[in-house]
């Protein structure tokens, strides 16, 4: 097991993160899960988390992530969700109903501890990805 060793705390922090379309509207396509998982780590780098999988269907993300004791569960979704729903756009991808927002305002979060983590990546891994 490896542990994240920082000045005054050693931790072991997953959490694994379902991150929902606005409307569950069906936008994602291969293309676009690949720019939302570049996306999001980049922004794992900058806030020194760890992406350990990543994966989605057409209306919806998973994520597997380790983090720092010192930031919140709400502040890393913010970041995560905030700034790919903004490259989406740019992308020029469309939002749900040509809207402004990507991901609906809500998440779901559960801290993982009791499953073997090899079962979660492997459940992460086996999401239908849709074609383009």
Known sequence: MKFRRE?????????????????????FSAPQIELIEKVFYEVAKKMNIQILEINGETDHLHVLVEY?????VSKMVNSLKGV??????QAGF??????????????????????????LIKYIKEQNRPAI
């Open 7 to 27: 000045r005054n705390s050693v931790t072991d922090l997953k959490v694994h993160l379902v991150c929902v379309t606005k409307y569950r509207a069906q936008v």
């Open 68 to 72: 720092p004791p010192k930031l919140s």
């Open 84 to 89: 790919s729903s903004r490259r989406f756009g």
């Open 94 to 119: 469309k939002k749900p109903k040509n809207g402004k927002a990507l991901w609906s305002p809500s998440y779901f979060a559960v801290s993982v501890g009791g499953a073997p983590i090899e079962v």
